[in-house]
């Protein structure tokens, strides 16, 4: 009786009901142990931020919103609104979101108003029906795995904060990148750095960090990662880059579960550089290009012996001359031969082969395929 006496008090002097919403202008405090149910959407205009206890969100006829000029922050939040509740205003949890029925829903055309987790919160029952549709964030030094969804899909990204003072914030969207719908741009899944042989066009997230975050992107059975890579090994977590304006490999550094479920690890990246992420493919052999001219005269065509994707696997390439005679051997090529050898078995080391036809097979080490042809060198 003493919080629920205390609790009534600040409420008569702090707010009034204006058209069915509860409004705070005052200074609005919950104490400990203190329990406060909001059947109507809730106005904040004054100071209600420093709250201990539970702040439960209830109806079961329609949705609920958050608004106002000042940030909301509650201990304890429990979310059963069966057409969910919506945020049109930052709101802050100290300690613990219950997801009970609906989503909390966020404007996704305005990134900048979340469900904020401040430190060590954290929050359960979530699943594809009940989850923040929209933005959350995360304040802290811990790993954290954001519940975040899209509709009756939930699609956790998980990242680990490392840096203090610093705020991660992500969004799911079940979207093809090449059509996204809150963003000014195209993300054309056809813009690829060379590695990359192919990328989601069912799903990405947006995430913001501090420089050198890691991210862990899930996935289920709709998002038919089996029609992007035969194998997991070809798997990638990949990033629109924004200066470069193509997608580019962000690493593969741990997967686990199959083709229908599991999660994958990224490489340490820096969040400012992609505008958002999703999951990609490496290029397989059979997509490999042999540019067969190497003409090394600086004119800025064909000056290297160019196989398109290489990049994408480990391997060995060895160039002969039409006698069978190596003249240049290497690991893990990266589209760099200009015409030097490294043999002395023909010519001298670092000296350019005679123009002509030349013969080199490329092995696949990490798969044990090998290919074979031929190149033309002219100066």
């Known amino acids: 009786m003493k919080y629920s006496l205390l609790l009534s008090l600040m409420v008569f002097n702090c707010f009034y009901a204006q ?3 509860f409004k705070n202008f005052g200074n609005l405090k919950m104490h400990e142990n203190a329990t406060i149910g909001f059947h109507t959407d809730l106005i904040n205009d004054g100071n209600f931020n420093d709250n201990l206890g539970e702040a439960g969100f209830y109806n079961e006829n329609q949705s609920l919103s958050i608004s106002g000029t000042a940030i909301s922050g509650f201990f304890d939040m429990v979310v059963d609104v069966k057409d969910h509740l919506f945020l049109d205003i930052n709101t802050e949890v100290f300690n613990s979101v219950s997801y009970i029925r609906g989503h909390v829903i966020t404007p996704r055309e305005s990134p900048n108003i979340s469900l904020d987790y401040q430190e060590d ?10 989850h923040t549709d ?23 990204l998980i990242t680990t904060n490392t840096v203090p003072n610093t705020v991660v914030k992500a969004a799911y969207f079940k979207e093809d990148p090449n ?24 799903e990405f997230w947006d995430f913001d960090g501090p420089e050198a975050s890691t991210i862990t992107l899930t996935w289920d059975p709709e998002s ?6 035969e194998n997991l090994n070809q798997l990638r977590v990949v990033g629109w880059n924004k200066a470069e304006q193509q997608w580019q490999d962000l690493g593969n550094t741990g997967l686990s579960g199959d083709l229908l479920e599991g999660r994958i690890n990224s490489i340490a990246f820096n969040p400012d550089n992609y505008e958002i992420v999703t999951f990609g493919a490496l290029v397989r052999a059979e997509d490999l290009v042999v540019y067969n ?14 196989i398109e994707g290489i990049e994408a696997f480990n391997n060995r390439l060895t160039i002969y001359n039409r006698w069978g005679n190596k003249v240049f051997e290497i690991e893990n090529y990266r589209n760099t031969w200009e015409g030097t050898s490294n043999s002395n078995r023909v010519v001298k080391r670092e000296a350019r082969v005679p123009a002509g036809t030349y013969y080199y097979t490329l092995e696949l080490t990490d798969s044990g395929r090998s290919m074979a042809g031929w190149l033309y060198v002219n100066y």
């Open 19 to 21: 058209n069915t919403a």
């Open 121 to 130: 919160s954290f929050f359960v029952l979530e699943n594809d029906l009940k």
């Open 134 to 156: 929209g933005y959350a964030s995360y304040s802290g030094e811990l790993t954290f795995n954001f519940p975040i969804g899209d509709a009756d899909k939930l699609r956790p």
């Open 179 to 202: 059509l996204p719908s809150t963003f000014n741009a195209a993300f054309r899944t056809n813009a690829l750095a060379e590695a990359l042989g192919a990328v989601s066009e069912n």
């Open 224 to 229: 038919e990662i089996d029609r992007l890579v």
């Open 293 to 306: 001219l190497v003409s090394p005269n600086g004119n800025g065509e064909n000056d290297t012996f160019t």
